[in-house]
């Protein structure tokens, strides 16, 4: 479970949560969950013995796992009715950030009647016009959840025909362009640029005066991040010293290798201190760099990470941005099951929520 702030957290939220975590994990100690969520142990156990008294999980010695079917101390809950609508999810990718994004969208799903049918597409609009296609000319979906490509004129092509499509539309981490003035499709999705508003305030509190940026132009999320980075340097009085945007993803191991080389490069030279990198392989892949060229962390560069998928794993572990992406995809459902049971008669929603700063040792204070 992540890192949270020392704040009590109160009756079904606190249930809800540790919900939320065993469906991640799969199980929970009670020792940890009653750190994390600053109640006693005592209270902790009260709430799990009531989940497995309500059959939602089992009780093991030190905490709980999801509900066995070897279980019998608690009789089977009854079987739900058929679903009350079949939701299609389209997602780019299946195997980075967007697992805990379905896994949120697939609990609320369960809990409110609503049948998911995922489909794993890729980042290309033409892609997911095809996935979506199908879904569609199914019959079989009462509305559609997706990610779809937003720039370009690739993406705003692909953003008007979902406007159009005669099934309601939310899209989830992605929004569409003011500029189309498109007023049915919905959206929910994380407040990058106070994300990369964060980032900054977090190293100018730090004491970080010359600081730099490097994000990854194949990213959708970049120009968020960026847009909200800028406005802090800006309001914050700091010195944008390193401003890169690029596609280390799709570099060869001695492209990439000569890249982070010349970026370390130019943070000596400018006497940059601290860095936001998106995502967490980029973040990870420069830290390495850098210590490999015996650099001391963070004491020579400190580093934020956004995303925080893999970000805790490096040495120092790097603090990050953390998306809160299962709280996205129940979100996204709960949009769309609303516009399915109200209709048109219900308000355009267009949900943001906000990132959560995890520090960890790959930030410190500037000499």
């Known amino acids: 479970m992540s890192e949270r702030e020392s704040k009590p957290v109160f009756g079904i939220a606190r249930r809800e949560r540790i919900m939320d975590e065993v469906r991640r994990t799969g199980s929970v100690r009670?020792?940890?969950?009653?750190?994390?969520?600053?109640?006693?142990?005592?209270?902790?156990?009260?709430?799990?013995?009531?989940?497995?008294?309500?059959?939602?999980?089992?009780?093991?010695?030190?905490?709980?796992?999801?509900?066995?079917?070897?279980?019998?101390?608690?009789?089977?809950?009854?079987?739900?009715?058929?679903?009350?609508?079949?939701?299609?999810?389209?997602?780019?990718?299946?195997?980075?950030?967007?697992?805990?994004?379905?896994?949120?969208?697939?609990a609320a799903a369960t809990e409110v009647g609503v049948q998911l049918v995922l489909r794993g597409a890729s980042y290309e609009a033409s892609d997911q016009r095809r996935q979506i296609t199908s879904l569609v000319e199914s019959g079989s979906i009462h509305g559609l959840i997706a990610a779809p490509e937003n720039l370009g004129a690739d993406?705003?092509?692909?953003?008007?025909?979902?406007?159009?499509?005669?099934?309601?539309?939310?899209?989830?981490?992605?929004?569409?362009?003011a500029p189309l003035a498109l007023t049915t499709l919905e959206w929910v999705t994380t407040d990058h640029v106070f994300g990369g508003f964060l980032a900054a305030d977090h190293l100018a509190a730090l004491g970080h005066r010359r600081v730099g940026i490097l994000t990854s132009e194949q990213s959708p999320t970049s120009w968020q991040l960026r847009r909200g980075w800028g406005q802090a340097i800006e309001e914050l009085g700091l010195e944008s010293t390193i401003d890169v945007n690029a596609s280390l993803d799709y570099m060869e191991g001695p492209e990439r290798t000569a890249f982070v080389t010349g970026l370390l490069e130019q943070v000596?030279?400018?006497?940059?201190?601290?860095?936001?990198?998106?995502?967490?392989?980029?973040?990870?892949?420069?830290?390495?760099?850098?210590?490999?060229?015996?650099?001391?962390?963070?004491?020579?560069l400190a580093i934020i990470a956004y995303d925080d998928e893999v970000a805790e794993n490096g040495e120092p572990?790097?603090?990050?941005?953390?998306?809160?992406?299962?709280?996205?995809?129940?979100?996204?459902?709960?949009?769309?099951?609303?516009?399915?049971?109200?209709?048109?008669?219900?308000?355009?929603?267009?949900?943001?929520?906000?990132?959560?700063?995890?520090?960890?040792?790959?930030?410190?204070?500037?000499?």
């Open 155 to 177: 993406g705003h092509a692909l953003l008007a025909w979902l406007e159009q499509l005669a099934i309601p539309v939310v899209l989830i981490e992605r929004r569409a362009p």
């Open 317 to 367: 572990p790097i603090t990050a941005l953390r998306p809160p992406k299962q709280h996205i995809g129940r979100r996204a459902v709960e949009v769309m099951l609303a516009r399915l049971t109200e209709g048109h008669r219900r308000p355009v929603e267009r949900v943001q929520v906000v990132p959560t700063l995890h520090p960890r040792g790959s930030t410190a204070a500037a000499d």
């Open 30 to 106: 009670v020792a940890d969950l009653a750190r994390q969520l600053a109640v006693s142990e005592l209270t902790v156990r009260r709430d799990i013995g009531e989940l497995a008294d309500r059959g939602l999980v089992t009780r093991v010695h030190g905490g709980a796992t999801l509900r066995s079917g070897l279980d019998t101390t608690v009789a089977p809950r009854a079987a739900a009715p058929g679903p009350r609508y079949r939701v299609g999810l389209v997602v780019p990718s299946l195997s980075y950030y967007w697992p805990q994004v379905v896994i949120g969208a697939r």
């Open 268 to 300: 000596r030279s400018t006497g940059t201190t601290g860095m936001l990198i998106h995502s967490d392989p980029q973040a990870l892949l420069v830290q390495q760099n850098a210590l490999d060229r015996g650099w001391v962390l963070p004491d020579d």
